[in-house]
């Protein structure tokens, strides 16, 4: 009797975390939380799957001040109402469910046959840990927005202009928050090496990168060849001190 006294207690001290809390809460258990570079890197893995899937042909990262943007020419991310979701748009659940995403569906009609990133996880989080975020997309001769903050949304998904129907692709505008980093700002030159890297799995992508007003970067591979002899390039025209 004693025992289910106590057992009866037990539930007042339990807590079930709801949308993208567990992620604010333990942020370490979804992301590397030294520097925002995981977080960015998980949207750039986004674009990259895009590319890999033989849709995006360009991948665009700038750092403007305390704001990441990363941009893509490949599909779009999907913008119809889920019934399943209440109605909610597909980019809204995207940036708010863990585990949502296209790239569970390994079958023949899947979005995705090989993807990197975190698996449907990966910009849930980003918005999690970010004071603001903004996805642009263009789809369906559409131009759409969607706003959050703090990883809950602020302006639903909205039609805000028109384009060409060919010109398709997906815009992130991220301002990580630095509570959940040790260091509050990207780490620049790590961040380039990985986009840099990046490029050489990416036959035939370019890609991007810029810093505020700097000279933009820009790296295009026809292969891993390539990449080798011009990386070998790179160390045979420096002095080595030993």
Sequence with gaps: FEIIEVLKEVPKDIRVL???????????????????????????????DEALAGY??????????????????????PVDAMKEQGGKSAAEVIFTELHSGGKFNKTDGGAY???????????SVTNALSLELQALIKKDGKIHSIKFENGAITEPLSVIGKVDKKDTGTCIIVRPDPKYFDSPKVNIEALKNYLRV????????????????????????????????????????????W
Excluded: C
Aim: charged letters at 25%; zero cysteines; proline letters at 4%.
């Design 18 to 48: 709801k949308g993208l809390e567990p992620v604010q809460l333990r942020p370490g258990m979804y992301t590397r939380t030294e520097d925002p570079n995981h977080i960015i890197q998980e949207v750039i893995d986004n674009a990259q």
């Design 56 to 77: 995006a042909k360009q991948i665009f990262v700038k750092i403007e001040g305390d704001y990441i943007k990363i941009v893509d020419n490949g599909r779009g991310i």
């Design 113 to 123: 046959s090989f993807s990197g990133g975190l698996h449907g996880v990966g910009v």
């Design 198 to 241: 990046k490029s050489a799995l990416l036959k035939g992508v370019e890609i991007i990168f810029q810093v505020n007003d700097n000279e933009p970067i820009k790296w295009s591979y026809s292969g891993l060849d390539e990449y080798f002899i011009n990386e070998n390039k790179k160390i045979n025209n420096q002095e080595v001190y």
